[in-house]
């Protein structure tokens, strides 16, 4: 079983930043595409990042490309999203998902990850 935990969020101002940290144990974690995922209260998770097993690609949801980035120590068994510029609209439950890895090499929907943290609350305040 994988075991996926997150860390990192708070309370930060209007273009402010944090880097959220997600920790997997349990198998073997360069196996693994890492996603991270986002939940707003009242709305449906949403994807907003990717990264390969080797941390050689990345993509990102058009909302925050260019301001997050997603990266991964596979030494360390852990995915990070560095959040600057946040925007009060980024205030969300970050959830970081696993995907074995079956093709495609990257996915978007949440049905597609088999191992989720718990989630760290992300507020922005204006």
């Known amino acids: 079983q994988v075991q996926l935990v997150e860390s990192g969020g708070g309370l930060v101002q209007v273009g402010g930043s944090l880097r959220l940290s997600c920790t997997v144990s349990?198998?073997?974690?360069?196996?693994?595409?890492m996603g991270w995922f986002r939940q707003a209260p009242g709305k449906e998770r949403d994807f907003v990042a990717v990264?390969?097993?080797?941390?050689?690609?990345?993509n990102y949801a058009d909302s925050v490309k260019g301001r997050f980035t997603i990266s991964r120590d596979n030494a360390r068994n852990t995915v990070y999203l560095q959040m600057n510029s946040l925007k009060p609209e980024d205030t969300a439950v970050y959830y970081c998902?696993?995907?074995?890895?079956?093709?495609?090499?990257?996915?978007?929907?949440?049905?597609?990850?088999?191992?989720w943290g718990q989630g760290t609350q992300v507020t922005v305040s204006s």
């Open positions: 990264i390969s097993r080797t941390g050689g690609s990345t």
């Open positions: 349990g198998r073997t974690f360069s196996d693994h595409v």
């Open positions: 998902a696993a995907r074995r890895p079956l093709p495609p090499a990257f996915a978007y929907a949440e049905s597609a990850y088999d191992y």
